[in-house]
């Protein structure tokens, strides 16, 4: 009698690879975030990655011409003066040998993420028909969740100016304060709360600039509250008459003064604004153990993630899993680094905060 199998036959890498082409396409904020990544890691929780800081451009140099060429038969048309006339340049021409200087800085991988199911025997012949849908979209949902959700813990704590100095801040600004009237539904009510969000991302898109922060991939993260002020606000422009597919996939609802804007549920009446350089997601996976059956560590758009399938002979179930070690650190700038004059060092720049307080209108 031939020998019984079950139907999927997984490939534990071809799982994984779908497994993270289905999480990057779920992440939100997640998604966000700069990553870096390291397969077959051999360290563990705890331990620190270096990651290579990117070098800014190399300097262009100038170079003038020749001393023009002169026809030696004046007041002749006809006559032209020879290639051999023009004199040759008496300075070195050649631009002086750059150096790319990618500093370090180091990313602590503070904690191991994981989730797994398991699919007794009774399921697997019986219940599931589709793996993908059934079992693996439901694991990397949870983690894009997961994610989500850090990554707004970790940007209502890190992404501030609050370690500038005085000084610093005078050079390229600080964090922002601004009051907007309460609500009380009439339309100039909308058009002075939206007023007030519209100068202080201004100030914000200004502070960014000052930094040498890029214009292209700049974000806005607000809560539910703003994202309704400024969806109320007529000179806003939503994606929906855009037709970004890529930005509503990315939960994406506007742009606005070069900054994309994402809502989330975990922050109330205050923005963050920030390049995508300012946050790093660093990504690890130890080897398959030997006493799996069956694992596969791959590496897609910068996530690393470990599947791992086992078998439990007591309840008679297959098991599944995905994990990942990692650790999320803001992006900081050189220590030579300086603005007009003033020297920022190793200080976070590439973001900053916008506190929003509601006060009453004054009466007339």
Request: with cysteine; proline share 5%; glycine share 10%.
């Given at each position: 009698?031939?020998?019984?199998t079950?139907?999927?036959?997984?490939?534990p890498?071809?799982?994984t690879?779908a497994?993270?082409?289905?999480l990057d396409?779920?992440?939100?904020?997640?998604g966000?975030?700069?990553?870096?990544?390291e397969l077959n890691?051999t360290g563990?929780?705890?331990d620190?990655?270096?990651?290579?800081?990117?070098?800014?451009g190399?300097p262009?140099?100038?170079?003038?011409?020749?001393?023009p060429?002169?026809?030696?038969?004046t007041g002749d048309?006809n006559?032209?003066?020879a290639?051999?006339?023009r004199?040759?340049?008496?300075?070195?021409?050649?631009?002086?040998?750059?150096?790319?200087?990618e500093?370090r800085?180091?990313?602590?991988l503070?904690?191991?993420?994981?989730?797994?199911?398991?699919?007794?025997?009774?399921q697997?012949a019986?219940d599931?028909?589709?793996?993908?849908?059934?079992?693996?979209?439901?694991?990397?949902?949870?983690?894009a969740?997961y994610?989500?959700d850090?990554?707004?813990?970790?940007?209502?704590?890190?992404i501030?100016?609050?370690?500038?100095?005085a000084a610093q801040?005078a050079?390229?600004g600080?964090d922002?304060?601004?009051k907007?009237?309460?609500?009380d539904?009439?339309?100039a009510?909308?058009t002075?709360r939206?007023?007030g969000i519209?100068?202080?991302?201004?100030?914000?898109r200004m502070a960014l600039?000052?930094a040498?922060?890029p214009i292209?991939?700049?974000?806005l993260i607000?809560g539910?509250?703003v994202?309704?002020?400024?969806l109320k606000?007529?000179?806003f422009v939503?994606?929906?008459y855009s037709g970004?597919?890529n930005?509503l996939?990315?939960a994406?609802?506007?742009?606005?003064?070069?900054f994309?804007?994402v809502?989330?549920?975990s922050?109330g009446?205050?923005m963050?604004?920030?390049h995508k350089?300012?946050m790093?997601l660093?990504s690890?996976?130890?080897a398959?153990?030997?006493?799996?059956?069956?694992?596969?560590?791959q590496?897609i758009n910068g996530?690393?993630?470990?599947m791992?399938?086992?078998y439990d002979?007591?309840k008679?179930?297959?098991?599944?899993?995905?994990?990942?070690?990692?650790?999320?650190?803001?992006?900081?700038e050189?220590?030579?680094y300086?603005?007009r004059?003033?020297a920022i060092?190793?200080?976070?720049v590439?973001?900053l905060?916008?506190?929003i307080t509601?006060?009453?209108?004054a009466?007339?």
């Amino acid at each position: 009698m031939a020998q019984t199998t079950h139907h999927f036959n997984l490939d534990p890498r071809q799982v994984t690879i779908a497994a993270l082409g289905l999480l990057d396409r779920q992440l939100t904020l997640g998604g966000i975030p700069a990553r870096y990544s390291e397969l077959n890691f051999t360290g563990g929780i705890g331990d620190v990655i270096n990651v290579n800081r990117e070098s800014r451009g190399i300097p262009v140099q100038e170079s003038g011409i020749s001393t023009p060429i002169k026809n030696p038969i004046t007041g002749d048309k006809n006559v032209f003066a020879a290639a051999s006339d023009r004199p040759l340049p008496t300075a070195d021409r050649r631009a002086p040998n750059g150096f790319i200087n990618e500093s370090r800085f180091p990313v602590q991988l503070t904690t191991l993420a994981q989730n797994g199911t398991a699919l007794s025997m009774e399921q697997v012949a019986f219940d599931l028909k589709r793996f993908g849908s059934q079992v693996l979209s439901k694991l990397t949902r949870g983690f894009a969740e997961y994610f989500d959700d850090t990554t707004a813990g970790f940007i209502k704590a890190n992404i501030n100016r609050a370690g500038l100095t005085a000084a610093q801040k005078a050079a390229i600004g600080g964090d922002i304060d601004v009051k907007i009237p309460t609500s009380d539904g009439t339309a100039a009510n909308m058009t002075q709360r939206a007023l007030g969000i519209r100068s202080a991302l201004v100030d914000a898109r200004m502070a960014l600039t000052l930094a040498g922060v890029p214009i292209s991939e700049r974000f806005l993260i607000c809560g539910p509250e703003v994202e309704a002020i400024l969806l109320k606000d007529p000179e806003f422009v939503a994606v929906d008459y855009s037709g970004d597919t890529n930005a509503l996939r990315r939960a994406t609802v506007g742009a606005i003064y070069t900054f994309n804007i994402v809502p989330h549920n975990s922050f109330g009446l205050e923005m963050y604004t920030f390049h995508k350089s300012a946050m790093l997601l660093a990504s690890a996976c130890p080897a398959i153990p030997m006493g799996a059956v069956a694992g596969s560590v791959q590496d897609i758009n910068g996530i690393a993630t470990r599947m791992l399938v086992d078998y439990d002979f007591g309840k008679k179930a297959d098991t599944i899993g995905l994990d990942t070690m990692y650790g999320l650190a803001t992006v900081k700038e050189d220590p030579d680094y300086s603005v007009r004059g003033v020297a920022i060092g190793e200080k976070f720049v590439r973001g900053l905060k916008i506190s929003i307080t509601e006060k009453a209108p004054a009466s007339g």
